[in-house]
T-cell receptor, first 112, second 116 residues
């Protein structure tokens, strides 16, 4: 069955430090992969997406993600975190039908 | 501003009451969706509408009904609210049909529903 796992429920980093949020998926075919961000009290905003081509994709707000087929991973990275990045981050898989499967989310806390 | 608008933002219901959550998008998107978000469970699809005039069940449709009133509007109805339906509800839309998994969604800001 298709699934998305975000192993870290909470992550805390200091402002200016680098960030990596993990996402592992299980899917039989080539997946379409997404990262969304949710600020408190807001809906989800698309950060970036991968569906083919270059395995390193750039998104908004300085985020990037790398698709690694051998590891079934699509980790989100940012070289230097800003306090405004504090939010909840969701990885999702699009299967080519209507179903997006969302991970359970990783809540990021940024220390000043 | 263009986007997905949900009303109301907050609602408290008593068990057994009914209500309708409203959603409208002004991006001329074909497909619309209703999700619920619960702590530790991510987002789960309740119902979706591939295009005007069609609706289909998602992962957790029990206790809900939907109406795709026109291309812009997609409402979610709770006929007899239960405490298990306490959640944050999100409406979303996408440009092309549901078969195109490459297209990201545009989300509304959510409705926080409490059933007591």
């Amino acid at each position: 069955a298709q699934s998305v796992t975000q192993p870290d429920i909470h992550i805390t980093v200091s402002e200016g430090a680098s960030l990596e949020l993990r996402c592992n998926y299980s899917y039989g075919a080539t997946p379409y992969l997404f990262w969304y961000v949710q600020s408190p009290g807001q809906g989800l905003q698309l950060l970036l997406k991968y569906f083919s081509g270059d395995t390193l994709v750039q998104g908004i707000k300085g985020f990037e993600a790398e698709f690694k087929r051998s590891q079934s991973s699509f980790n989100l990275r940012k070289p230097s975190v800003h306090w405004s990045d504090a939010a909840e981050y969701f990885c999702a898989v699009g299967s080519g039908t209507y179903k997006y499967i969302f991970g359970t989310g990783t809540r990021l806390k940024v220390l000043a | 501003n263009a986007g997905v608008t949900q009303t109301p933002k907050f609602q408290v219901l008593k068990t057994g009451q009914s209500m309708t959550l409203q959603c409208a998008q002004d991006m001329n998107h074909n497909s619309m969706y209703w999700y619920r978000q619960d702590p530790g469970m991510g987002l789960r699809l309740i119902y979706y509408s591939a295009s005007e005039g069609t609706t289909d069940k998602g992962e957790v449709p029990n206790g809900y009904n939907v109406s795709r009133l026109n291309k812009r509007e997609f409402s979610l109805r709770l006929e007899s609210a239960a405490p298990s339906q306490t959640s944050v509800y999100f409406c979303a839309s996408s440009e092309r049909g549901v078969v195109d998994g490459r297209i990201g969604y545009t989300f509304g800001s959510g409705t926080r529903l409490t059933v007591v």
